[in-house]
C-alpha cells in the first residue's frame, strides 16, 4: 500500500534494529485519512469473505478496524489489556505478551459480543511475533467463531509471527512489510507474501 508506505518513510522513526515508532499517524496521533484508507484496503483484500466481526485489542488497533467496520458495515469488537468494573464475568480472555512493552497482559473480551454464529476479521496495528493475534485466535476459538483471517497495519517480516501464522494456515494481509530495520533505515519488502 503505497500511501501507507510513504507515509512510514516520511514519519516513521527507527529506534533500533528490531523497534519502529509511528505514533504521529498510527498509535498516538492518528491520522484519519490514512485509516480511512487502510479501512478501504481491507476490506478489498477480504472482499472474497462474509465478515461479521472485525476483532482487534485496544489500543492501537481500534482506529483501522473501526474503518475496516464503517466501510463493511460489521461492529468492531476490541480486547480490553485492563480490568474494568463493568466487564468482570462472562468473559473469553486469554495472555499476551508484548513485544515493545516487555510485558504480559490478560485480554478479555465480553461473551456476550462473540458467538459460534461469527466469522471474524483480526485486525492489528503490528505483527512482530504475533502474540497478539495468537491471543485473538484463542479468544475467538473460545466463542466458536471462525476466522476468516488477520489484516495487519505494518509487519515485520525479518521477526517470525507472520510466517509462523501462516504455516499454521492462517490467512495473514499486511499492509506494509519491512523486511530491516538495519543502520536506522526502513527496508520494505519487494513482493507481497499474502
Known sequence: MKLLHDKIMQEGKVLSSSVLKVDSFLNHQIDPQLMKEIGHEFANRFSDEIITKVLTIESS??????????????????????????????????????????????????????????????????????????????????????????GIVIEKGFQDGGKLLREQGVRVESLAIVDSLEDGKVTFATEDRA
Open 61 to 150: 488497533g481500534i482506529a483501522p478496524s473501526v474503518m475496516l467496520g464503517l466501510e463493511i458495515g460489521a461492529p468492531v469488537v476490541f480486547a480490553r489489556k485492563r480490568k474494568s468494573l463493568t466487564l468482570s464475568d462472562n468473559l473469553y480472555s486469554s495472555k499476551v505478551h508484548s513485544f515493545t512493552k516487555n510485558e504480559t497482559n490478560d485480554i478479555s473480551v465480553s461473551c456476550n459480543f462473540l458467538s459460534k454464529d461469527d466469522n471474524v476479521l483480526i485486525v492489528d496495528d503490528f505483527l512482530a511475533n504475533g502474540e497478539a493475534v495468537k491471543g485473538l485466535l484463542d479468544i475467538a476459538a473460545q466463542a466458536g467463531a471462525h476466522v476468516v483471517g488477520v
